[in-house]
Structures are given as C-alpha cells and as structure tokens.
C-alpha cells in the first residue's frame, strides 16, 4: 500500500491560507461500534450492488469496451461514466479499511477497459466517442468535464491506497487535454454540472503541478458572464440552475440544483485555501449562511424542490415533499469539511456532522444494497428505498462517503491536533518533528463518552483541540431552528483523571500542554432529548417540534406502533425514556414516551384523542421494514393534525 494525501502535499510544500489539514483515511483506523459495521456493509453488499449494476446489469463497463473498438452503441445516459469511476474511489477506500484480492483484481480489469478507451489526445467520454466524436465539447450539459473530476478522483483514491497509477495517469491525461482545449485556448465554457473544479484541486495537491490550480481557478471564472450562451442545452431556461447568474465572488445567495452548487463552492473553497482570494471567501460566508440560515432542513438535508432537484424560496420547507438528495447531503459534508480547513471554526463541523448522521446516511438501508435518491422527511407510506436507479449517482457516493469516513475525523496544524467527529479510532499525525498516535473509544452518538489516549514520539508542548458539539446550545447556527426551551450544556473534560479548565475557542475546547506517551484525556457530552422548533417563516413545522438525541434526529415510524405516525401529537411537558435496543434496527437509541394519538371512529364522523405508548427511532433507520407512514415534524397542538394527510 502507497497511502498519500493529497493535503499533505500541499501542507509540506507551500505557505497556505488553511488553518488545519485532515488526518487522511489512510492513516485512520476505524473501529467504532457505529461506523465500522456500516464500513463492513458498503465494503460488501454496497460495493456488490454497485459491481453487479455497474458491469453486468447495465452498460457501463462495455461502453468503456465498446470505445475501445471505436465502434458499437452507447448503452445508458450519456453520464453514465461518472458512476464507474465514483464506485473505484468507493472501492479504493474500502480497500485499504478491507483487503479483497478479487475486488482489486475486478477492478483492476475495469480500468484497463477504461484507459483502453482513452483517445490519443486525452480526451475520455464514451457517450461521444460512440456518437458523435465531433460533438464533443459543444453542450455544457452533457457532463463531460463532470465525468473527468469523477476519474480524477478516483484516479488519485485508486493509486493512495493501491500504489498503481494507470487510472492516476488516464486522468492526468484527460486534464491535460482539457487544459489544452480550454484555458490555454481561453476558449469560452460553463460546466453544467461542478465537479471538475474541487477535482483538478485535488489533482493540484497531488501532483503541485500549477496548472491544475489555474484551471480550477479558470473555470470558476467562467461563470456568470454569459460564458455558457451557445453551449447550453436547448430546455436551458435559467443559468442560476447551475449557478451562472452571477460571477461566483458575486454570488450571495443559495440558487438551483443543491448537488451542483455544493460541489462547485467546495471547488471554490479550496481554490481559496491556496489563493487566499478573498473574493471567493466572502462569497462562501454569505452563501453558506443562506444555507444554514434560509434552506437547510432539520436533518441537514438540502434541496426542497424536486422540479429544480434544488433550492426554492427561503423558509420554504415542505417535509413530504422534501427533496433532499443524498448527494446533496454528501456534498454538504465536502463544503463544509473544506469551510471548517479554511477558518478553523467548529460551526461547519456541526452541519457536516449534521448531514452525515441524518441527511447522508438516511440515503443508505441497513442491509446496504437498497437506496434513496430523495431523502423526504414525512411519508404517508408512498416511500421506498429502491435497489437501482436509472441516474445512478447517489449509490456510489453514499459508499464513497462512508468508506472514506476517516478523512473527517482528525486534523493538525503546526501546533494542534483536531478531533472533529466523535468515532472509535487510532491515527498517526505528523506534527513538525513529532509524530502523534491517537486513539479514541466512544459510545457516541448513543452516549456521550469520550476517551483519547493521546502518544507523542516524544515530550512535545501542543493544542489538542476537541469539538463541543454545537447541539449542546443550539441544532444549528442561525435562527432556523431553536431548542424549545433554551439550554446550553457545557462538557467535562479530564487529562489523567484530573478536571482540567479549557479555553474555548471558535466552538473547540483547547488543552495547551506538555504531552507525553498515554495521556488519557475523557469528556462528557450530556446526553438528553431536546424539543426543537422551526422559525415562524417557517409555516410547514408551526406548532410542531422534531425531537433530537445527541447528534441524531428522530423520527415516529409506522411499524412501531398500530397507529398512524401522522396522528400523535407531542405536548410541552411530554416525558421520554431512552432505550438502547440492541435488537433493533442493527441497535439504536429509542426514545418511548405516552402521548395523545388521534383516532378517528369507525363511521368517519368523530376525532377523539388516546394517550398511547409511541416510540421514535433515528431519522436515517427509517424505512428498513417495508415502507409505511413516517413523521419527523410533531405536531405539539391538534390544530395541526390533517386528517386527511
């Protein structure tokens, strides 16, 4: 194994704007309760999904085939490429936490088949070369550029944890003929959809090849200057859709489809973490905030409009309707990992976090081989996670998601060592002339233990900076939403069993002193079930409250109880026990409380109200036994109640 991160690189070789660089999966080890059986089951049956739908129920492989002949018909979407190459960067992560000869060989097959198809000149699409070859590069919406960030990816994923760089050198390939056709060139182009920016970044930090950097920086550029007339699809109706209405350091507000602009600010933020462009920065805060503040849902989720697959009006938050997708969330966790490197402030740790535990991992069933694309936050029973889809882009990205969990949880500067996520696990972090282990246990997100043993080389004077977890005071930053009842809890931390006094710094707890071999440091997260309610604008939760458990969200579930999930009403002053059910749903926390149910009598005519024992489990368990009703939004008053919902 050959592991090499791409931030490494950039830390070592260059004065940077980043305040902290992540601890790479490659030098994480997880053995979490929590996350590594979800790791085992992408490492199996996601990565069988993807396989078996990839090479044999589908036509992705043989297109690759097919272009290598030069001949033959294109089978599928004309993206279709892009779902091969995010299953090898699923599959790279997964490599190095599950060692699978045969997976690797598999793989190895596929990207043969995939240089093979490579033209002389770099250029790498199967939808072109088996159609038109002369059309290429002639409409923004036919991801071209979006199918090469996703092999560049891959490229860099497959050879950190493999050593082999055939798919590393396809893609550098392909960049250079991109570069070529487009910035040298400085010939006019939007990307439809953003992916190639935050890839060529990556290709940057791997390579410190400049002009990577120039043409991230180029293509950001391109936007909002009517760069994409005459290269845009003929059902074009607003260029917002792929944020082109405005030039991106002009941008303020959150418009169009929710994946596309997540990726394009990451591209953004790291172009910024190199540059120091202030003009990207001050956009990313003002957009971010209309994010967080206007159109982020409870569970982290984004996008509430499934006509756009993206951002309406703010405040405007429908639940059943709630689009959601699951890459958007995914993208949520990239933008703000990559907001929290450039400003050292936990807030964007706590929206990650947010959209990893509900949004994201919602998207992903427990058995790991059915899915959701869209990630509604109330059903009526018409919701079912689906095996397949015919745009196939969010199986893969789940996957890639959670097997590259240990990206997320570490980060060092010259003088600190970040712990972001709260996860079982040992790492190795090199700091100027020390190297530091960590390992962490913890019954998180279930209970609220925290133990690090903290193992320098050497005596060394540092910052061990830990998150406290914005859910202690608040369920997000802003005034979207609120604690019912105002709280802020403050943890207890300990070195060596002693109560230690910390400073508090941009939401991290920091314990400046002389580490040594087997420092224990534990901390205490106070657990409890908060009642959360929305801002007034927001007219669809009024008068209802989410109910939240550390950092999860929770949700009531028709196959738990006889009755509709729609119909229980939550009053102030509403009791809860928590439970640990090893049992149930691969074991969760339930929260069991006696609450008004309205029943409705058997002639149609009358409501009354029972009091019935209601059970709620965690947001993203929902829909593993067979689809049914399910609510997140309670209602706290029986004005709220719809009948006929």
């Not at 207890?492 to 224990?520: C, S």
Request: glycine share 8%; with cysteine; aromatic share 12%.
């Amino acid at each position: 194994m050959v592991p090499v991160m791409f931030f490494a690189a950039a830390a070592a070789a260059q004065t940077s704007f980043q305040k902290l660089y992540p601890v790479s999966f490659s030098n994480v080890t997880i053995n979490d309760p929590f996350w590594k059986p979800k790791m085992e089951t992408v490492a199996t049956a996601t990565l069988d999904a993807c396989v078996r739908y990839t090479q044999d129920k589908t036509g992705r492989i043989r297109n690759f085939e097919k272009a290598a002949r030069r001949s033959g018909r294109h089978e599928g979407i004309y993206y279709d490429d892009s779902d091969v190459y995010k299953a090898i960067e699923a599959i790279a992560y997964s490599l190095k936490n599950y060692p699978d000869p045969v997976l690797e060989k598999n793989t190895d097959e596929w990207i043969e088949k995939i240089a093979a198809a490579q033209l002389p000149d770099g250029y790498l699409n199967t939808y072109y070369i088996l159609t038109d070859i002369d059309k290429r590069w002639t409409d923004m919406e036919k991801h071209e550029d979006y199918c090469a960030g996703h092999l560049i990816e891959a490229g860099i994923a497959y050879y950190n944890t493999t050593g082999k760089n055939k798919l590393l050198h396809t893609a550098i390939r392909f960049a250079d003929h991109i570069d070529s056709v487009f910035r040298r060139q400085n010939r006019p182009w939007v990307s439809g959809h953003q992916e190639i920016e935050l890839a060529l970044m990556k290709l940057y930090h791997h390579t410190q090849n400049k002009k990577y950097l120039e043409l991230a920086n180029w293509f950001l550029e391109q936007r909002g200057h009517g760069n994409g007339k005459g290269v845009i699809w003929d059902q074009w109706k607003d260029p917002e859709y792929c944020q082109d209405g405005l030039p991106v350091k002009d941008q303020r507000k959150i418009t169009g489809h929710a994946v596309r602009a997540m990726y394009l600010y990451t591209g953004a933020a790291d172009v910024a973490a190199v540059t120091g462009d202030a003009g990207y920065t001050t956009a990313m805060d003002a957009i971010w905030q209309d994010v967080v503040f206007h159109h982020m849902y409870i569970t982290g989720g984004i996008g509430a409009q499934g006509s756009n697959e993206g951002f309406g009006k703010p405040y405007d938050l429908p639940n059943a309707t709630a689009y959601c997708e699951t890459c958007a969330s995914v993208g949520m966790v990239f933008w703000n990992q990559r907001m929290n490197m450039l400003s050292g402030n936990a807030k964007y740790i706590d929206v990650l976090e947010r959209s990893l535990y509900n949004g994201a991992l919602d998207g992903l069933s427990l058995s790991g081989d059915r899915f959701f694309y869209g990630n509604p936050l109330a059903s009526s029973g018409n919701h079912n996670r689906s095996e397949w889809f015919g745009t196939a882009c969010c199986p893969s990205n789940i996957a890639r998601l959670v097997s590259s969990l240990g990206n997320y949880i570490y980060g060092s500067s010259s003088n600190a060592v970040w712990v972001n996520l709260f996860a079982g696990s040992a790492a190795g972090i090199q700091m100027a002339n020390n190297k530091v282990k960590l390992s962490m246990e913890t019954g998180y997100p279930w209970k609220g233990n925290v133990k690090i043993v903290v193992s320098p080389e050497k005596k060394q004077q540092f910052e061990l900076r830990i998150r406290i977890p914005g859910w202690l005071s608040t369920p997000a930053p802003g005034d979207l939403y609120r604690y019912e009842t105002p709280e802020t809890d403050v943890p207890e931390i300990k070195v060596n069993g002693v109560l230690v006094q910390y400073t508090v710094d941009q939401g991290y707890a920091v314990i400046k002193r002389v580490w040594k071999k087997e420092d224990v440091l534990t901390m205490e997260l106070p657990m409890k079930v908060r009642r959360i309610v929305s801002n007034p604008a927001v007219k669809q939760n009024e008068n209802r409250v989410a109910l939240q458990y550390g950092p999860l969200v929770y949700c009531v579930e028709g196959a738990d109880d006889a009755f509709a999930a729609k119909h229980v009403i939550v009053p102030p002053g509403t009791g809860f026990k928590t439970t640990f059910e090893p049992a149930l749903l691969g074991g969760v926390n339930t929260l069991v409380f006696n609450a008004p149910v309205v029943t409705i009598s058997g002639n149609g005519l009358s409501v009354s109200t029972l009091t019935q024992k209601v059970t709620a489990i965690p947001y993203f368990s929902w829909n593993n036994r067979g689809a049914g009703d399910m609510q997140v939004w309670l209602p706290s008053a029986i004005q709220k109640i719809s009948i006929n919902e």
